[in-house]
């Protein structure tokens, strides 16, 4: 049994046998010994463009990830046609219902033109209540115009002014005072639709409304026009005055004559007055060299 060696002797031996294998790696350029690794560097401070104490260096784990550069609008936007990228054409205005019914009667060549648009429109709030528009009567290009102010509840059923009992005086006017048929002279409206429970026409309503009116007048081209009723007048005159203050006088609207006198409504309920409309209707007949044939 061999004897047991001093631990001292081997760890001396150890130590020599590794010093002859390093004397050997040595002579054939082998380096024994590990590369120096090189300490790893310190995190570079960040520069900041400020005058102030220098910034304390951050672990480079808690700088934010570098973000992408953020999209433009139009890149975010997506992709839009040349047109659709054109900026947007002013609006034109919007036409007023005046403008719009005074264009709409401009393209009107005749009076049969003119009735079928007038029939379409809607262009104030009258056209929700009304049975139909109520356009004219009578002779399409007479001598003798008569104007009143509104379709009543016959007319708006009928579609035909002055029907019922203002009508029928209206007639007895024409006929017995004036020696005409009715058919020979023309009846129309200012409006051409009935306002609700025959109240008065509201300027608006008569300010658009004209313009339908004043070419049909035009169309008819009457030597005299005959405006029955305060209403009428003081829209056909552009005054506002008493029928006292009107009648009994030739005034001149668009180179016509015009002549007022009494709504023959007021003078079912006013028969006394019939004397000065007979005389208001013998100054019209004297303008359109007519002789009074009897007397209202
Ligand atoms: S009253 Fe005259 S403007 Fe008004 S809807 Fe009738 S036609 Fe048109």
Known sequence: MPAR???HHELIGLIRALRRTARRRGALGLHSTPVPQEPPSAPRAEKVATSGPPAQSRPAQS???PSRPAQSPEQSRPAQSPAASRPAEPAPAAMSPADDVRARAAACPNLS???AAVADCTACPLA???TQTVFSDGDSTCRALFVGEAPGFHEDRQGIPFVGPAGELLTSIVEKGMGLRRDEVGIV?????RPPDNRDPLPEEKRICTEWLDLQIELMDPEVVIALGRHAAGHLLSRDDTMGRMRGKVFERNGRKVVATYHPAFLLRSP?????CWQDIQLAMGLLGLKPRGKQ
């Not at 006394?272 to 000065?276: A, L, R, S, W």
């Open 5 to 7: 060696q001093d631990p």
């Open 128 to 130: 929700r209540t009304r």
């Open 63 to 65: 700088r934010p990830a």
């Open 272 to 276: 006394h007055m019939k004397k000065d």
């Open 113 to 115: 033109a003119l009735r």
């Open 189 to 193: 409206n200012v409006l051409k639709c």
